[in-house]
């Protein structure tokens, strides 16, 4: 009786949700730039909702024993790259195995497990010592500074919790940017639903899987999207050339951490040249301020050139951070290098980006997986208004028709890279480009929202009925039965029974 009366309740909040955003709901009539005297329940209501997913995203990614790092050893190489700086060093502090160091070639999977070598897994190994193949960034930022101060090694999932946290931030200034500097006339309700649904497809995989290789693409995207904010503000916010100037140095250095947290999202600075193009065109004027637009490329240059020293140090090649050295299922050290066609390109990339898995599971949640672009109906909104010429009509007004250009050559390339230099795509994978497209969702919105108030009404609700959607979605793909997630494969037996009643299709499965 219990589960008919909640599962009741939690349909009405979704009826009740879907109403609210319906055209002719007075809940759109508040609007993100309007009545003043709103502004601090306006305020007050973004703090809490940000609030909420951090600690949502906290707790879900605590609960799973072999994510967190409790069940696993190979997941805490963060922790052990802080301890061995500490120590003067750049390998792990991992003990080598004298039938690994014997073998002809360790990379070789199969090799290794039909002679029983005894190996720590997905660590980089090269004459005798064992590296961490992942970049060296969140530890000089994050677990070096706490182990430092507290005298305790950071689990490595907390420092995912941290950088998931900046990212759920990020995108809610981002979009509050894009709204501020291009006039948007977006609703309360929709900026809210948007912002919350961006976050947590940005975030899902984290949440299923937060230990070390979650670690190190949020801590990407959580830099790459705090560049980008920096950037936005340099160059379209009124302020002193000396304030643009340090806004941009700092978007700098966030842009060249994220070469050092994951490279390939580190292509994402793309972006920041029809900006700097921008800036210069705005703000330029003499020799003085070039000068001091010089100084904005320090960090690319002290960053870059402290990354290759790091990777010469370790493997004798300024360009090699250790993954074909990796001890894995896939033998990596051709990975990447075979030649690359046309075809292929285009191929890695439709997949990449709009796979599609037919038919349904026979089993609850009943959904499948598909390509990034696919998997969430507001990001094949945000696709489709590409083909609407009013968009990039609205766009070129704007003088940002490069920005738009520059947001999907950099999802085109991260897409690429990630099919040529990997055995197979995960869904994780798809996180170094998801940040990217939400943001295309929102600069999209924010265009549309400068038509007639009618039609802005219905924007609105379609973006708002999107949103429900894609958090459905993200739900359902968080209860998907797989070695990889907290519910589908820890409490699945015990949880999802119970959600099968609660929302009352047990009937339909029993």
Same mark, same amino acid.
């Given at each position: 009786?219990?589960?008919?009366?909640?599962?009741?309740?939690?349909?009405?909040?979704?009826?009740?949700?879907?109403?609210?955003?319906?055209?002719?709901?007075?809940?759109?009539?508040?609007?993100?730039? +309007?009545?003043?005297?709103?502004?601090?329940?306006?305020?007050?209501?973004?703090?809490?909702?940000?609030?909420?997913?951090?600690?949502?995203?906290?707790?879900?990614?605590?609960?799973?024993?072999?994510?967190?790092?409790?069940?696993?050893?190979?997941?805490?190489?963060?922790?052990?790259?802080?301890?061995?700086?500490?120590?003067?060093?750049?390998?792990?502090?991992?003990?080598?195995?004298?039938?690994?160091?014997?073998?002809?070639?360790?990379?070789? *999977?199969?090799?290794?497990?039909?002679?029983?070598?005894?190996?720590?897994?997905?660590?980089?190994?090269?004459?005798?010592?064992?590296?961490?193949?992942?970049?060296?960034?969140?530890?000089?930022?994050?677990?070096?500074? *706490?182990?430092?101060?507290?005298?305790?090694? &950071?689990?490595?999932?907390?420092?995912?919790?941290? =950088?998931?946290?900046?990212? $759920?931030?990020?995108?809610?200034?981002?979009?509050?940017?894009?709204?501020?500097?291009?006039?948007?006339?977006?609703?309360?309700?929709?900026?809210?639903?948007?912002?919350?649904?961006?976050?947590?497809?940005?975030?899902?995989?984290? !949440?299923?899987?937060?230990?070390?290789?979650?670690?190190?693409?949020?801590?990407?995207?959580? =830099?790459?999207?705090?560049?980008?904010?920096?950037?936005?503000?340099?160059?379209?916010?009124?302020?002193?050339?000396?304030?643009?100037?340090?806004?941009?140095?700092?978007?700098?250095?966030?842009?060249?951490?994220?070469?050092?947290?994951?490279?390939?999202?580190?292509?994402?600075?793309?972006?920041?040249?029809?900006?700097?193009?921008?800036?210069?065109?705005?703000?330029?004027?003499?020799?003085?301020?070039?000068?001091?637009?010089?100084?904005? =490329?320090?960090?690319?240059?002290?960053?870059?050139? @402290?990354?290759?020293?790091?990777?010469?140090?370790?493997?004798?090649?300024?360009?090699?951070? @250790?993954?074909? *050295?990796?001890?894995?299922?896939?033998?990596?050290?051709? &990975?990447?290098?075979?030649?690359?066609?046309?075809?292929?390109?285009?191929?890695?990339?439709?997949?990449?980006?709009?796979?599609?898995?037919?038919?349904?599971?026979?089993?609850?949640?009943?959904?499948?997986?598909?390509?990034?672009?696919?998997?969430?109906?507001?990001?094949?909104?945000?696709?489709?208004?590409?083909?609407?010429?009013?968009?990039?009509?609205?766009? +070129?007004?704007?003088?940002? /028709?490069?920005?738009?250009?520059?947001?999907?050559?950099?999802?085109?390339?991260?897409?690429?890279?990630?099919?040529?230099?990997?055995?197979?795509?995960?869904?994780?994978?798809? !996180?170094? $480009?998801?940040? &990217?497209?939400?943001?295309?969702?929102?600069?999209?919105? /924010?265009?549309?929202?400068?038509?007639?108030?009618?039609?802005?009404?219905?924007?609105?609700?379609?973006?708002?009925?999107?949103?429900?959607?894609?958090?459905?979605?993200?739900?359902?793909?968080?209860?998907?039965?797989?070695?990889?997630?907290?519910? +589908?494969?820890?409490?699945?037996?015990?949880?999802?029974?119970?959600?099968?009643?609660?929302? +009352?299709?047990?009937?339909?499965?029993?």
């Amino acid at each position: 009786m219990k589960y008919t009366f909640f599962g009741i309740i939690i349909y009405l909040f979704l009826i009740l949700g879907i109403l609210c955003i319906l055209p002719c709901s007075p809940v759109l009539k508040l609007r993100m730039n +309007g009545d003043g005297k709103y502004r601090k329940i306006r305020l007050s209501g973004i703090i809490i909702t940000i609030c909420l997913l951090i600690v949502i995203e906290s707790y879900f990614m605590s609960i799973n024993p072999w994510w967190n790092g409790e069940q696993s050893e190979h997941q805490h190489q963060y922790e052990l790259m802080a301890e061995s700086i500490l120590a003067g060093d750049l390998f792990l502090p991992c003990e080598v195995s004298p039938e690994l160091k014997a073998m002809d070639d360790p990379y070789d *999977y199969n090799s290794r497990e039909q002679m029983g070598v005894e190996y720590h897994w997905d660590h980089a190994y090269k004459d005798g010592h064992y590296y961490m193949y992942f970049g060296v960034v969140p530890v000089l930022v994050l677990y070096l500074p *706490y182990r430092i101060i507290t005298g305790e090694p &950071l689990n490595c999932y907390h420092g995912t919790q941290v =950088f998931c946290a900046g990212i $759920i931030i990020g995108l809610f200034v981002i979009f509050h940017l894009l709204i501020k500097i291009f006039k948007g006339n977006i609703s309360y309700i929709t900026y809210l639903l948007l912002g919350v649904t961006s976050s947590l497809i940005c975030i899902w995989g984290c !949440m299923n899987a937060p230990a070390l290789y979650c670690t190190a693409i949020s801590s990407a995207v959580c =830099f790459a999207i705090w560049s980008l904010i920096c950037y936005l503000c340099a160059v379209f916010l009124d302020m002193k050339y000396s304030g643009r100037i340090a806004f941009a140095i700092f978007g700098a250095l966030f842009g060249a951490f994220v070469f050092g947290c994951r490279p390939t999202i580190g292509i994402a600075n793309i972006i920041a040249i029809p900006l700097c193009y921008i800036f210069i065109k705005r703000n330029v004027k003499c020799k003085k301020d070039v000068a001091g637009l010089l100084c904005v =490329f320090l960090p690319y240059i002290i960053v870059g050139a @402290g990354l290759m020293l790091y990777n010469y140090v370790r493997f004798g090649d300024v360009f090699e951070f @250790g993954q074909r *050295y990796q001890l894995t299922v896939t033998n990596q050290q051709s &990975l990447g290098r075979d030649t690359l066609s046309i075809q292929r390109a285009v191929t890695s990339v439709k997949n990449f980006l709009f796979e599609r898995q037919k038919g349904i599971t026979q089993y609850f949640p009943f959904v499948k997986l598909q390509g990034a672009i696919l998997n969430f109906p507001i990001l094949i909104m945000g696709f489709v208004t590409l083909f609407f010429p009013r968009n990039w009509k609205r766009l +070129g007004q704007e003088k940002i /028709v490069s920005v738009k250009i520059g947001l999907w050559i950099s999802v085109i390339v991260i897409a690429l890279l990630d099919t040529i230099m990997s055995p197979a795509i995960l869904e994780r994978y798809h !996180m170094d $480009i998801y940040w &990217l497209l939400c943001i295309d969702c929102m600069l999209s919105a /924010v265009v549309l929202s400068r038509l007639n108030d009618i039609h802005v009404k219905i924007i609105d609700s379609i973006i708002s009925l999107l949103c429900i959607f894609s958090l459905i979605f993200v739900f359902l793909y968080y209860l998907i039965p797989n070695a990889d997630n907290a519910f +589908g494969g820890v409490f699945y037996d015990t949880v999802v029974v119970k959600l099968y009643r609660l929302l +009352g299709i047990n009937g339909l499965l029993f």
